[in-house]
C-alpha cells in the first residue's frame, strides 16, 4: 500500500496520471501547483513509487520490493530529488546542472528517470535557464515534476513547456474526515479553517511546537501596541522562526482577529450581546472562544474601527511574502522590522517614536 492512500482528496490526480502512463500518453514533465497543505509532494513521490515498483497492482506499490524499498532510503538510481538546500534561500544553477547528467543517462532500474523539483519558483535565474534546456529537448524516458505554491514566479517559458495539474481544496467533509484521525473534531475544524481549507497545513497548526511559535509571535504584536518593544527588538525576537513561518502565523492571527471583531460589529448592530475578543455570543449563542490569551489581549486594543487597518496590514504581509518568495534573497530581519513599524502605524496610527514617548 502506497503512503499516497492516506490522502484520499489526491485519488483522482493520481488516477489520471497513472492512466496516462498506462495509455503511454504520459507527458515529459508536469507542473504540480496549488496551496501549500494539499499533499504536492506525496503526490509526485507515491505516482513515483508506483512506476519504479516491482510488484505494484492496483496502482498501488507494494511497499516491500528493491525499487520502494531504494526509494523510501532516498537512493533509487533513477529519481532525483532537488530543493532548495539548507541554510539557502534559492536553487542554484550547480544543483541543475547535476540533474542534466542524471537525466542524460538510461534508467539503471526502471522504466523511466524521474527528476523532482521541490520550490521550483525559487530557482535562480540562472537555474531556472539551465532546466529550460532539459525542457526544450527532453531526454527518452524522462518524467520531470515542478512542484510550486506559487508557479506565477516561474519563467514563462517554463510554465508554457510543462502540462499543470493544479491541486484543489478538498471539500471541508473530507478534510474533517481526515483530520479526525488525529485530532478533535472541534480542533479540526479550528485549524481547518486556520489554514484555509489545506488539511496537511492544519495538521502543522495543531502541531504543539507551532502553536507555541504562534503564540510567540503574538506577544510579539502585543508589546508593539503596548510600546513595550521596539521594533528592532521585536524584529530580533521573530528572527529566531523562518520568516516564511512567522508571516503565516501573522496572516493566521489576522484572520482570527478581523473575523472576531466582523462578528461583534455585527452582533453591536444587531443589538445581541458579544464578547469582542472571543466572539461568544448572548442570547443563546454557541460561539467559543478559539484564541489564544495572546491573541484576546490583542483584540482588547482594537475596536471595529480597527477591521480596515487590519486589511492594509494584511498586504503588507502579503507584498512581503512576495519579496521572500521571489528570488532577489532580501534581507530578513530588515523585512521584519518593516512588518512591524507597519503593525504599530497601521494599528495606532503613530510612528514607532511616537508610540514610545506616550
Request: hydrophobic share 40%.
Amino acid at each position: 500500500m502506497s503512503e499516497f492512500k492516506s490522502l484520499p482528496w489526491l485519488q483522482d490526480n493520481f488516477d489520471k496520471l497513472a492512466e496516462l502512463e498506462s495509455t503511454q500518453q504520459i507527458g515529459h514533465a508536469y507542473l504540480i501547483q496549488g496551496q501549500k497543505g494539499l499533499g504536492k509532494e506525496s503526490l509526485v513521490r507515491d505516482f513515483s513509487t508506483y512506476l519504479f515498483c516491482q510488484q505494484n497492482q492496483e496502482q498501488a506499490a507494494c511497499g516491500h520490493c528493491q525499487a520502494c524499498h531504494l526509494l523510501s532510503a532516498g537512493t533509487h538510481p533513477d529519481f532525483k530529488f532537488i530543493t532548495v538546500e539548507e541554510g539557502a534561500t534559492q536553487i542554484k544553477i550547480e544543483q541543475i546542472r547535476d540533474s542534466r547528467n542524471f537525466l542524460a543517462n538510461t534508467p539503471l532500474l526502471g522504466k523511466y528517470k524521474i527528476l523532482f523539483i521541490n520550490f521550483a519558483d525559487k530557482m535562480n535565474i540562472n537555474a531556472a535557464n539551465a532546466l529550460l534546456k532539459n525542457l526544450e529537448e527532453p531526454a527518452p524516458d524522462t518524467l520531470i515534476f515542478l512542484l510550486s505554491h506559487q508557479p506565477v514566479l516561474l519563467l514563462p517559458t517554463i510554465r508554457s513547456r510543462c502540462q499543470k495539474i493544479k491541486i484543489s481544496r478538498p471539500s471541508e467533509e473530507i478534510a474533517l474526515s481526515w483530520l479526525q484521525q488525529h485530532m478533535s473534531n472541534d480542533q479540526a475544524k479550528l485549524c481547518l479553517q486556520l489554514a484555509f481549507g489545506a488539511p496537511l497545513q492544519a495538521l502543522i497548526f495543531a502541531d504543539e511546537e507551532r502553536q507555541h511559535e504562534r503564540r510567540e509571535i503574538q506577544k510579539r504584536l502585543l508589546e508593539l501596541l503596548r510600546s513595550e518593544i521596539v521594533c528592532s527588538d521585536a524584529a530580533k525576537c521573530l528572527g529566531q522562526y523562518p520568516i516564511e513561518d512567522v508571516l503565516d502565523n501573522l496572516m493566521v492571527s489576522l484572520q482570527q482577529l478581523s473575523r472576531g471583531l466582523q462578528l461583534h460589529n455585527t452582533n453591536v448592530s444587531a443589538n445581541v450581546s458579544s464578547d469582542p475578543i472571543s466572539g461568544i455570543e448572548g442570547k443563546g449563542g454557541t460561539g467559543t472562544n478559539d484564541n489564544t490569551k495572546e491573541l484576546n489581549d490583542i483584540a482588547m486594543n482594537l475596536t471595529a474601527a480597527h477591521i480596515k487597518p487590519l486589511h492594509k496590514f494584511n498586504s503588507v504581509l502579503t507584498q512581503t511574502r512576495s519579496a521572500v518568495q521571489s528570488t532577489a534573497n532580501p534581507n530578513a530581519l530588515l523585512l521584519l522590522e518593516s512588518v512591524c513599524f507597519q503593525w504599530i502605524r497601521l494599528m495606532t496610527g503613530k510612528t514607532e517614536m511616537e508610540a514610545l514617548t506616550v
